[in-house]
């Protein structure tokens, strides 16, 4: 079936370093690939997102390049603030019945960045 | 702005309780889901609806029923609580089609004692 695999955290960073979290999936046909962000306490929040291969979703610096050979779509920012602590979950859409579509989502990576 | 909202943010139930969870969006989305979130399992679904009166089961659907009477409103029933469904569940909704973005509410604690 399919599926989303993302690093495994917790991932530790200071201030303004470069962050990359790694996602794979597997999936029949051609799905689009998201990262949602949840903040402590919250529900999850859309950070980005690509729906066909070789785009590139990006959003509040980060970004992500959907890569159809290597079924990634890997999460970057150059310079990390503190204020981007949460998890981060990528998620792929996929066809469930008809023309209806369901997430199903990674396991979550939590990032914490320190002063 | 799209809003998902669920009516309760923390609850306490027994177990064999009856409980709902409630879930309301604004946007006149076709599909409404309901995840839940448990530490290194991350979301798993446990059921959605893409149409008034429909249903299709999810990951883990076992334990659960959902009703879907109104096209803006989508409840999760657990007909009788155990301890292993204390989690944080989250309500969703969508439009129809590939692509297009899930919104959610802000979740659910669920404690069953």
């Known amino acids: 079936g399919d599926s989303v695999t993302q690093m495994e955290g917790p991932v530790t960073l200071s201030e303004e370093a470069f962050l990359t979290i790694n996602c794979t999936y597997t999936?029949?046909?051609?799905?689009?690939l998201f990262w949602y962000v949840q903040y402590p306490g919250e529900g999850l929040q859309l950070l980005l997102k690509a729906t066909k291969a070789d785009d590139k979703g990006s959003n509040k610096g980060f970004e992500a390049t959907y890569r159809k050979e290597t079924t990634s779509f890997h999460l970057e920012k150059g310079s990390v603030q503190v204020s981007d602590s949460a998890v981060y979950f990528c998620a792929l859409s996929t066809l469930s019945g008809g023309s209806n579509y369901k997430l199903t989502f990674g396991k979550g990576t939590l990032l914490t960045v320190n002063p | 702005d799209v809003k998902v909202t669920q009516s309760s943010r923390y609850l306490v139930k027994r177990t064999g309780e009856k409980v709902f969870l409630e879930c309301v969006q604004d946007m006149d989305h076709e599909n409404m889901f309901w995840y839940r979130q448990d530490p290194g399992l991350g979301l798993r679904l446990i059921y959605f609806s893409y149409d008034v009166k429909m249903k299709e089961k999810g990951d883990i659907p076992e334990g659960y029923s959902v009703s879907r009477e109104k096209k803006e409103r989508f409840s999760l029933i657990l007909e009788s609580a155990s301890t292993n469904q204390t989690s944080m569940y989250l309500c969703?909704?969508?439009?129809?089609?590939?692509?297009?973005?899930?919104?959610f509410g802000e979740g659910s604690w669920l404690t069953v004692v």
């Open positions: 969703a909704s969508s439009l129809r089609g590939a692509g297009n973005t899930i919104y």
């Open positions: 999936a029949t046909g051609y799905p689009s």
